[in-house]
């Protein structure tokens, strides 16, 4: 490579830095939706009774039911645990006293059986509103490793029943981080635990996205010495590698398609061009002179959000994907970066840049309107990655220090660490895995 190539590669590579900174399961139900009434807090009270075991092994899979059902539907910040009343079933026959439970001031009782069949657990589980209808009786089979997503798809089912949305149980939150000494990229499950570890080319692994069906994953990479992009399929465990001229970076799936968005050089300037899943260029979709980097799609894949400096500093833009028409979006802050498009296409986060000089966290809408802050006063907030469900961000942070991984509820409340691992993590991408 001549000391020219080397230079421009390089040049290249500190711009885009610069806009990156700132089971086995059957189901037999009976669902009957009733208004469930909220505390002030919008969080539904529920009372999860122990779950009920006949025998040591039995009782050992209840406790571990029990943790996970507990852990899950605090995770996501729409329930309140309402400790069970002593006198919550009768002495003399067993039934279950609703009246004690309503006494506590719960909207749900939660309770649960916990048997053996053929060696293996079977959980049978309902929900009662606090007049004592059933609102859900469903079972849950599966063997002794199951346990966890037997009891996290239970939590499924109830937030569903109750919010008529589906939940993040199930998905997975891809992320970088340094623990090995190298950026590499990571996966672990919607709560931050299962951590699992994706690449090892002992190099720089950045910006890694998921497919929307949860197929691939794309991430740049530097083995070769210049940003690449690779793709892998996480059915075949086979990588594509797309190297072109110039750099390569930052991709961003279209939902309801098998290509993803990602820039290019290869013209000379750093557009965004389609490319299929096995790495063929299809088409480019950006041509303005400036940096385009960052692309994130409307759920319908109708539109595009970018970050580009064709007007000076960085800025998010949108563009019909039909007419390759572009707008600015931003206009309050003068470096706005790293936008990710809501699930329910009515919001889009991103990073800015403060006076401060703070990075902190906002959505807008579409249409420019109903700018919020979602964090403050806690350093840089970045990469913003909504939930599957849309109820959810996750986001680094670096308010304890060196860059780790946070979530809150989408509208900034309940912020708390999403896990405890060594090394900086960034750069998360929340999605469905399959």
Do not use: H
């Amino acid at each position: 490579m001549t000391f020219r190539k080397i230079l421009v590669a390089g040049l290249s590579m500190m711009l885009w830095f610069q806009l990156l900174m700132p089971v086995l399961l059957r189901a037999e139900e009976i669902i009957d939706v009733i208004e469930i009434s909220k505390q002030a807090s919008g969080r539904i009270s529920v009372v999860l009774d122990k779950t009920i075991a006949k025998g040591s092994k039995e009782a050992e899979w209840g406790q571990t039911i029990d943790a996970n059902i507990k852990g899950g539907l605090d995770f996501t910040g729409l329930f309140n645990m309402m400790p069970a009343p002593l006198n919550i079933r009768n002495a003399q026959n067993g039934t279950i006293n609703f009246e004690a439970i309503g006494s506590v001031g719960s909207d749900v009782y939660v309770t649960g059986t916990l048997t053996r069949k053929k060696g293996e657990p079977y959980l049978d589980m309902e929900v009662y509103d606090v007049t004592g209808k059933q609102m859900l009786k469903k079972w849950y089979a599966g063997q002794e490793k199951q346990l966890r997503p037997m009891a996290l798809q239970f939590c499924a089912d109830l937030i569903e029943l109750l919010t008529g949305k589906r939940s993040v149980f199930g998905s997975k939150i891809v992320f970088v981080s340094n623990r090995s000494g190298a950026k590499e990229i990571y996966m672990c499950d919607f709560d931050g635990s299962n951590i699992e570890q994706v690449t090892s080319t002992r190099s720089i692994s950045l910006t890694p996205a998921v497919s929307p069906d949860g197929r691939y994953i794309a991430w740049t990479d530097y083995t070769s010495g210049k940003p690449d992009l690779y793709i892998k399929n996480l059915s075949t465990k086979t990588t594509a590698a797309v190297r072109k001229a110039g750099v390569c970076i930052d991709p961003g799936w279209v939902p309801g398609t098998d290509e993803l968005a990602t820039t290019l050089s290869i013209d000379g300037d750093q557009e965004i061009y389609l490319i299929k899943s096995d790495g063929t260029v299809s088409r480019r979709l950006t041509r303005n002179r400036g940096i385009d980097v960052s692309p994130t799609f409307s759920p319908d894949g109708s539109r595009m959000a970018f970050v580009s400096t064709r007007e000076g500093r960085p800025q998010i833009f949108i563009q019909d994907m039909n007419s390759g028409v572009a707008r600015r979006l931003t206009f309050s802050g003068n470096y706005n970066t790293q936008p990710s498009w809501s699930p329910g296409g009515d919001k889009i986060s991103y990073s800015s840049l403060q006076k401060n000089g703070e990075i902190n966290i906002f959505t807008i809408a579409p249409d420019g309107s109903g700018i919020s802050q979602l964090t403050s006063r806690s350093r840089d907030n970045e990469y913003p990655s909504w939930s599957p469900d849309g109820s959810m961000i996750v986001f680094s942070s670096t308010r304890q220090g060196r860059r780790k991984l946070f979530v809150m509820n989408a509208d900034g409340t309940n912020q708390r660490p999403l896990l405890q691992m060594e090394g900086e993590q960034q750069q998360p991408s929340w999605s469905v895995i399959k």
